[in-house]
């Protein structure tokens, strides 16, 4: 795939913007600035970044927990989030929820359940009032390998290949649910072979291969637009951290991480960009610079909003309230 | 006006709201093709075509998350449940996706569940079952249960209008039994109103669905015996129209509350826990809940005649709370 | 597979009884004299015949409704059958459930819940259990081609195939759920292709030949009993009737019933015993004989039997109540 | 006696009865080699193995219903759901399969379910709910809510042994913030009866779990005033313990139904009912129910506060009540 310039830059810079906004989540957690839980993406950025990124401005991601990138490449800007992560009024949801349990329909963003793999038949819905409405639209839904152990994904891909709808089903595979490796999680080899079952065709990718991971989405997404139906994406990849900044995870062998250290995707991705000739060092700092004003006039932003008053949360239970 | 059965109502809504609105469509097991275990849709598949009646998999889960997801990008989906008995495994995305999408991130969720529900058909534990109770503790739901053909028109209208996910239950046992006259013109019954389908001046009986005419017969018995009781029909079961009961009951003093399903947490002891904040000063007797004991439904004939309340229970407790 | 004639012969047996008891079910429906609705498995007896025949007495299944070839085989005797039907206190569940909704533990028959698939994890419990305590015994489940669809399937043969629990899945492809085809059902040709998620083997037997799929259901049994995990057999076959008593079938093509009626398991296994000389034509006759006075008695023992009292309905809802 | 706390409390009784009893096992995420997301499991799979310790899947339908088949074997499976919010996903195997067996054919059906609820971890909606309300109207359920190390102990081990499907509600605010001695010796709290933790003449304050402690605290405060509150610990849910109610109202004559659920259609609403029909005798004012209100659990700081019952909350009912 021939990807221009200025979407090359544009992976490395939403690849590196996921990083940097989620080292600070990380610094603000553990400062107790951010209540709750603080989980982020690092090392597998480049699942959310790339199937985001290879998104026309009228599809619809149904994101889940791991995808700040994709977030942030929708549209979602580092204020609005950050003040989500410290619960002020400016947050995407205004405080009512936390981190990126946020959706913001108007920029095709559906607000991620905690319960894994319920957003995989919403993408169905939404794929299929695309197909019913004639639209050359497409949904694209991503969990985790844990997730899809779950029944609404089998009921989701299932009904997805009947209908024939243009939705494509990201799998972010980071060899760990919670501290279930995937070897107790499930008895196939990878996670793609799920997709037989319902004769979806399927990818794997190497997930911290942004390129790879936005080539291969594009490709679904022109395949489901054109009325071919849905694709499942598996990305290989690996959780650098614990499940969430609480979890120190010893369950995970060490040399794995020493591994997959090496390839940690926004190196993988200078790497390439640089020595394909497509940026310079320069160019990448330059980016990078920009990145860390963005990210500190994000936090004064979101230190300076307001609370939301303990009685708006009596607001907005109905949409149409009696 | 024309006398169209209950089943016939909820038939002429979703037709003429599929055919006012174009976001509107169906989803749900054997509804399409062959026009639904009830034939609530028969001949839908021939007029709509098959996108707008669409034969799912049988996965409840499945099929309403979508409707859930159609929802969110404007459409107006319609999910029938072939049976109430098993939206339970749909309940996850009902109550965690569907009901708290618009609190959490502003989703709007259109949704219409139809729910077939209540004993009738003597289908035992799995084909019997009113489970409105799940879903009464579930902020950001609503649920409506009509006990007539013109509620049932009205209701559905105004739920399928509504920008909020809404149960729909309806009563198998009214399906083909009762009769009543409706416009022929549009209209639509408002969601959050409950109805005096009887009034009265002792006692108020306050009811929904199919207990309604258990109430509507015991008052009659009543009657003779110099016992006027007003009949209120919930119509909405959440959210509850507060000042409804409680203009009732101001009324009256007394009160019973009829239900189907079983006792304890249902929609009756949200009912008596509101009179008995609210209405304690004008309250001038106990409140009696008449509903099914709890126990799964029972197969059997005699038992399955024991389990469900009966006019003659109404009878009797009218009389205690008269004689209090 | 060899197998010994008195075991073709009990094979010939339960699929006579099923027969004949549901068409006596089917009478009584139609008299108004069955409450509720009347599901059989007409044309498809082989299906259950087979799969329970080949258990052995420790072995435990979780059936589904169109499984009364099951509950026979399992010693589900035709005097509480009948009255369970009716509704008698001596019937199987003593009035609490109606037709095969119901489940004897000493039998090692568990009670079948409507919701389909739901017996499917239930059954994988029972096989783990016989996995902690070291017991050489099998769990089977089956379920129809629709009941694959729902989220308990996948759930329940993932685990099963992580665990290598002792479960056999046997599956009822009749071609229909309700009034839905196959084809509106599932993107795939056979439900088998379902397995493949799950590492699990699986067969595809002809669900009219009692023997290939009692066969097949012995050897994945072996296997489980081994310890080397589930298999999914899928069965084909048709059925011959409507969904239940009230549906006409319409929308089935004509055709493929008619084509279907030749390939009767019954008329199949009397052919095959008879021109395999493990039988007479007169032996037949006995067993038929035998098997209809079964049912006379049966029935009369049902008619004879009292209902249960109104007040029975409160009994029994908790193992102890408080 | 040695000092425990409430989440130390649990993990001993799942100890004890897993060493007493070798049918007794557990199944959850992340239980096994890693000791569970709040670390009750700790150090058990070292000590009891995989086998009976279960890593499952990501999968509470199918974990939920393999323990149900466990049971039917004999076995006595205590499922953890890592949050009890995700219960929802096990929902239809655990009131149509796990509640209804025993009834409908006999299937004796010894499961616990092990549920983390409410708030306390600033969770938002999906990590702080309360959903007791969801199996209140399930007959063949049974639930239980314990406050303190005691009861947490005593009501699991009682649940363990129990015959029937038990939802065993662990209050996560409580895990190590509330301390407490308990025996050396083994002991079971029986299910099916509440407790009067502070005994008072004025009030009664119907409550369970963590709201108890608000109850104790608003008692204190209370004092001061001269107005006595008795407090009475529900512990087990379903089935209520209605003498247990009662005695209590009998003697004051009034009561507070507190608790963290949303409002409507909660325990709450059914302790209200049954005693407007059972004591509207001896009451003598309106019955007040305090509890979040109906919403989704809020996430920021404020708002959460805003919506979980407060101290003073109680303390305000409490004069109105002692004024009436
Ligand atoms: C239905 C459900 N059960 C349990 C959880 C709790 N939980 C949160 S994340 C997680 C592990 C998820 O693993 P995976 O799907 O592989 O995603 P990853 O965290 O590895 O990206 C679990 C068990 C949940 N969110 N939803
Ligand atoms: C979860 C669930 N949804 C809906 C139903 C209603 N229902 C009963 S049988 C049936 C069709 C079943 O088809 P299949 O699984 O192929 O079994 P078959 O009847 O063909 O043997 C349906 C939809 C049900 N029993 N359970
Ligand atoms: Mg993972
Ligand atoms: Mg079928």
Redesign the pocket.
């Known amino acids: 795939m021939n990807i221009e310039k200025k979407d090359l830059l544009q992976l490395y810079y939403y690849l590196k913007l996921t990083r940097r906004i989620e080292d600070r989540v990380t610094a603000l957690y553990r400062q107790g600035r951010i209540l709750g839980g603080a989980?982020t993406?690092n090392g597998?950025e480049a699942i959310s970044v790339g199937y985001a990124c290879a998104l026309e401005k009228n599809d619809v991601i149904a994101p889940?927990?791991?995808d700040m990138g994709a977030f942030l490449a929708r549209g979602i800007t580092p204020k609005r989030i950050m003040a989500q992560y410290l619960g002020k009024k400016t947050g995407v949801t205004g405080g009512k929820e936390g981190n990126v349990h946020a959706g913001d329909i108007n920029l095709g963003v559906l607000g991620f359940p905690?319960?894994?793999?319920?957003n995989y038949p919403v993408a169905v819905g939404v794929a299929l009032s695309f197909k019913i409405r004639g639209e050359r639209r497409v949904a694209a839904a991503c969990?985790?390998?844990?997730?899809?152990?779950?029944g609404d994904f089998h009921e989701a891909l299932n009904m997805a290949s009947v209908w024939k709808v243009p939705v494509v089903f990201i799998c972010?595979?980071?060899?760990?649910?919670?501290s279930?490796p995937v070897r107790i999680?499930m008895a196939i080899k990878d996670v793609a072979e799920r997709a037989v079952a319902y004769a979806i065709p399927s990818e794997i990718v190497d997930g911290n291969d942004v390129v790879a991971v936005y080539s291969a989405a594009k490709k679904a997404y022109d395949r489901a637009r054109a009325g071919d139906g849905p694709t499942f994406i598996e990305c290989k990849t690996m959780?650098m951290h614990g499940?969430s900044e609480h979890d120190a995870a010893k369950y995970v062998p060490r040399e794995l991480l020493e591994e997959w250290k090496k390839k940690d995707p926004i190196i993988n991705m200078e790497r390439y960009l640089i020595s394909n000739k497509v940026s310079t060092e320069e160019e990448l700092v330059n980016i990078d610079g920009r990145i860390k004003k963005e990210i500190e006039e994000a936090e004064e932003f979101a230190e300076k909003s307001p609370l939301p008053e303990g009685k708006e949360a009596l607001e907005g239970v109905y949409a149409s309230p009696i | 006006m024309a006398e169209v059965t209950y089943l016939e109502a909820i038939s002429q809504a979703l037709d003429e709201e599929m055919t006012r609105d174009s976001n509107v469509f169906l989803l749900g097991e054997d509804i399409g093709y062959y026009g639904g275990a009830f034939r609530v849709t028969e001949g839908f598949y021939e007029k709509f075509g098959q996108w707008r009646v669409i034969d799912t998999p049988l996965s409840e889960s499945g099929f309403t998350g979508a409707a859930v997801g159609a929802a969110l990008m404007g459409m107006r989906p319609v999910v029938e449940m072939q049976f109430a008995d098993f939206i339970s495994c749909a309940f996850?995305q009902i109550v965690n996706v569907a009901a708290k999408n618009f609190y959490r991130w502003g989703g709007k969720t259109p949704i219409v569940i139809r729910a077939p529900f209540g004993d009738s058909v003597h289908g035992g534990a799995f084909h019997s079952q009113c489970p409105e109770g799940f879903f009464f503790n579930v902020p950001g739901l609503k649920m409506v249960a009509p006990s007539n053909p013109y509620d049932a028109k009205g209701l559905l209208k105004a739920s399928i209008r509504d920008d909020d996910p809404v149960i729909y239950f309806e009563h198998k046992f009214l399906y083909r039994r009762i009769k009543g006259n409706i416009p022929d013109e549009d209209y639509v019954v408002p969601l959050g109103k409950a109805k005096v389908v009887r009034e009265g001046a002792d006692i108020s009986v306050i009811t929904y669905s199919a207990m309604v005419h258990v109430a509507l017969e015991a008052a009659q018995v009543l009657e003779a015996e110099g016992i006027s009781l007003e009949v209120v029909d919930l119509r909405t079961l959440l959210p509850l129209d507060k000042n409804g009961i409680y203009d009732s009951v101001k009324k009256t003093s007394k009160a019973i509350i009829l239900y189907e399903a079983t006792r304890t947490g249902g929609v009756g002891a949200e009912v008596a826990a509101l009179l008995s904040e609210d209405m304690f000063d004008h309250l001038d007797g106990p409140l009696i809940r008449i509903s099914a004991p709890d126990t799964p439904v029972p197969y059997s004939p005699p038992m399955e005649e024991f389990y469900m309340p009966r006019v003659e229970d109404v009878v009797k407790a009218a009389r205690r709370l008269a004689a209090y």
Chains 1, 3 share one sequence.
């Open positions: 989980w993406s597998m889940y927990f791991r905690s319960h894994l793999a319920d969990t985790g390998e844990g997730g899809t152990s779950r972010n595979n980071n060899q760990y649910a919670y279930t999680q959780r499940h | 996850d």
